[in-house]
């Protein structure tokens, strides 16, 4: 079985940082990208950021490029997203999910998620 | 304000057929790219519901479809019932946008 659990959410002043983990489980970690999809309070889904199953590509949503970075350890079966620099248009609840292939190609979707780990950016 | 636009919510009584459309350009749904659909219902996190613009992973119902044609694609959920009162969004891949994978905004199914 499939899992993936967040952690690393909480309150945060404007301005500073914060790292989320994921932990994955039930699936070879290192042949699938993984991806971080974000939902502001009462809002939608919003891409965020992917990783390829190596770890050598990284794409991330304009709204986020140059502040947030993500990464993988393959031995630790963790996905990770380090965010600096946050804003208040930042709160959202993470969602930490597997793609579909190894590869970050047009046709990847997002096959399971995790329950998600909340941020919230104070001012 | 989404790439993809879906209307905010749809209605059906138990039974019914509803729809949901997911209204695209020529960078995503017109370019080719696969169209996918997840529901999120109240309080959890979003599944898989279609991949591939009109495949279902294991365990959801063949009364759930999806379709695509030029710029839009469709899910259609027939024999409405309490239990999929949720959340819908369609996703797909833009080549023109600062954010690759895309979402719709989403659609609230309200079953009556």
């Known amino acids: 079985e499939v899992k993936l659990l967040e952690s690393g959410g909480g309150l945060v002043q404007f301005g500073g940082s914060l790292r989320l983990s994921c932990a994955a489980s039930?699936?070879?970690?290192?042949?699938?990208?993984m991806s971080w999809v974000r939902q502001a309070p009462g809002k939608g889904l919003e891409w965020v950021s992917s990783?390829?199953?190596?770890?050598?590509?990284?794409y991330y949503a304009d709204s986020v490029r140059g502040r947030f970075t993500i990464s993988r350890d393959n031995s630790k079966n963790t996905l990770y997203l380090q965010m600096n620099s946050l804003r208040a248009e930042d709160t959202a609840v993470y969602y930490c999910?597997?793609?579909?292939?190894?590869?970050?190609?047009?046709?990847?979707?997002?096959?399971?998620w995790g329950q998600g780990t909340l941020v919230t950016v104070s001012s | 304000q989404s790439v993809l636009t879906q209307p905010p919510s749809v209605s059906g009584a138990p039974g019914q057929r509803v729809t949901i459309s997911c209204t695209g350009s020529?960078?995503?749904?017109?370019?080719?790219?696969?169209v996918h659909w997840y529901q999120q219902l109240p309080g959890t996190a979003p599944k898989l519901l279609i991949y591939?613009?009109?495949n279902r992973p294991s365990g959801v119902p063949d009364r759930i479809s999806g379709s695509k044609a030029g710029t839009s694609a469709s899910l259609a959920i027939t024999g409405l019932q309490a239990e999929d009162e949720a959340a819908y969004y369609c996703?797909?891949?833009?080549?023109?946008?600062?954010?690759?994978?895309?979402f719709g905004g989403g659609t609230k199914l309200t079953v009556l």
């Open positions: 039930g699936f070879t970690f290192s042949s699938y990208a």
């Open positions: 996703q797909t891949y833009d080549s023109s946008l600062s954010g690759l994978w895309v």
């Open positions: 999910t597997k793609g579909s292939a190894r590869f970050l190609g047009s046709g990847i979707f997002f096959d399971y």
């Open positions: 020529s960078s995503n749904i017109g370019a080719g790219y696969d």
């Open positions: 990783i390829s199953g190596s770890g050598g590509s990284t």
């Open positions: 591939g613009n009109n």
